[in-house]
């Protein structure tokens, strides 16, 4: 990890390669050969959440700049298997997308095929809420996507109790914490999908509840797996074993 770290840190933010951080440190591939370092491990942590906010904002201004769209391998995300297992089977009304940066992928995904239902996405970092009110603007979503800043695991039951459904991302910290208080509080129906990196347990929290209410992404892809007859193909460098 020391190495990885020194090799990686002459580099400012915005030259990290998302892609090539998440292959050196995959459990299944390049990164079972990692000796742990509890400083080099949180230093990893920083730099690739900063590799990930740089993918996240430049999805954002493209989208904004240009009208183009990342795809969800680029983004690191499996829509098609978020929205088959959770959202169409679901029929929500209102989402709480925790987590959800300046370009809510899944949230966009899903309101091109729902025309009913909103999405309101917290983050606890501003410009993200900024940006992504503005491509709710420019997609013409601003009544459908309504971004705020804050944080989920301060959220009130009142407002926890207006939604039937949750989405918690991947990057999301303490995200067993936040699940607890979300399942607390909610109302008795609402259902919460969880993120999860399988590949990176070091530097992507994963979930450790379990709850008739929760789905993780484990679960979900090994009912892709069963149903489909095949292993869902994952993004490169999240990459999985079985």
């Given at each position: 990890?020391?190495?990885?770290?020194?090799?990686?840190?002459?580099?400012?933010?915005?030259?990290?390669?998302?892609?090539?951080?998440?292959?050196?440190?995959?459990?299944?591939?390049?990164?079972?050969?990692?000796?742990?370092?509890?400083?080099?491990?949180?230093?990893?942590?920083?730099?690739?959440?900063?590799?990930?906010?740089?993918?996240?904002?430049?999805?954002?201004?493209?989208?904004?700049?240009?009208?183009?769209?990342?795809?969800?391998?680029?983004?690191?995300?499996?829509?098609?298997?978020?929205?088959?297992?959770?959202?169409?089977?679901?029929?929500?009304?209102?989402?709480?997308?925790?987590?959800?940066?300046?370009?809510?992928?899944?949230?966009?995904?899903?309101?091109?095929?729902?025309?009913?239902?909103?999405?309101?996405?917290?983050?606890?970092?501003?410009?993200?809420?900024?940006?992504?009110?503005?491509?709710?603007?420019?997609?013409?979503?601003?009544?459908?996507?309504?971004?705020?800043?804050?944080?989920?695991?301060?959220?009130?039951?009142?407002?926890?109790?207006?939604?039937?459904?949750?989405?918690?991302?991947?990057?999301?910290?303490?995200?067993?914490?936040?699940?607890?208080?979300?399942?607390?509080?909610?109302?008795?129906?609402?259902?919460?999908?969880?993120?999860?990196?399988?590949?990176?347990?070091?530097?992507?929290?994963?979930?450790?509840?379990?709850?008739?209410?929760?789905?993780?992404?484990?679960?979900?892809?090994?009912?892709?797996?069963?149903?489909?007859?095949?292993?869902?193909?994952?993004?490169?460098?999240?990459?999985?074993d079985g």
């Open positions: 990890m020391k190495n990885l770290v020194e090799r990686y840190s002459s580099l400012a933010p915005h030259e990290l390669d998302y892609t090539q951080l998440l292959e050196e440190t995959n459990v299944f591939g390049r990164g079972k050969y990692l000796v742990d370092d509890d400083e080099a491990r949180k230093k990893l942590a920083t730099l690739l959440a900063e590799a990930e906010a740089h993918e996240d904002l430049k999805a954002a201004w493209r989208c904004l700049t240009t009208g183009a769209h990342y795809s969800p391998d680029d983004m690191k995300v499996s829509c098609e298997l978020e929205y088959w297992i959770f959202f169409e089977p679901g029929k929500f009304s209102r989402i709480l997308y925790v987590g959800s940066g300046a370009y809510p992928h899944i949230a966009l995904y899903v309101l091109e095929r729902d025309p009913k239902i909103i999405f309101d996405c917290i983050d606890i970092v501003p410009h993200t809420t900024v940006l992504c009110s503005q491509l709710a603007a420019k997609l013409g979503y601003r009544d459908r996507l309504r971004p705020f800043t804050g944080d989920a695991i301060a959220l009130e039951k009142s407002v926890i109790e207006r939604f039937d459904a949750f989405f918690i991302s991947s990057a999301v910290r303490p995200k067993n914490a936040i699940i607890e208080h979300l399942l607390c509080h909610k109302r008795n129906e609402a259902r919460i999908y969880a993120r999860e990196d399988e590949a990176h347990p070091a530097f992507y929290e994963p979930v450790r509840i379990t709850h008739p209410d929760l789905l993780t992404a484990r679960e979900a892809r090994t009912r892709w797996t069963k149903e489909k007859g095949a292993p869902l193909p994952l993004p490169k460098g999240c990459e999985v």
